[in-house]
């Protein structure tokens, strides 16, 4: 069982910078690949970023790519969103997910386990 703790989130204005954290519990963690989704008001949850338990690689949506990096440290047991540049459109509940397999993360499907979220607000 993998407990997910997010934190970081807030109101910050467009071109401001915030840096989400994930508190996984379990004594597995660098065995799960690491992922972050989002969902805005009225939409579908989305894809963000995942990374695989050796954080060897780090993949990610098209919308936040080249301003999101995603890492993780596995003797912490945290994962890290860190988002800058950030959009009114980055507007979301952001959620920290774990997974044995990082093409699950991708997908959003099937997911083994889930945060409850943090809110992210730009105001433009």
């Known amino acids: 069982q993998v407990q997910l703790v997010e934190s970081g989130g807030g109101l910050v204005q467009a071109g401001g910078s915030l840096r989400l954290s994930c508190a996984a519990s379990?004594?597995?963690?660098?065995?799960?690949?690491m992922g972050w989704a989002r969902q805005a008001p009225g939409k579908e949850r989305e894809f963000v970023a995942a990374?695989?338990?050796?954080?060897?690689?780090?993949y990610y949506a098209d919308s936040v790519k080249g301003r999101f990096t995603i890492a993780r440290d596995n003797a912490k047991n945290t994962v890290y969103l860190q988002m800058n540049n950030l959009k009114p459109e980055d507007t979301a509940v952001y959620y920290c997910a774990a997974d044995l397999y990082l093409n699950t993360l991708r997908r959003l499907y099937g997911i083994d386990y889930w945060g409850k979220g943090t809110l992210v607000t730009v105001s433009s």
């Open positions: 379990g004594r597995t963690f660098s065995t799960y690949a």
């Open positions: 990374i695989p338990g050796s954080g060897s690689s780090t």
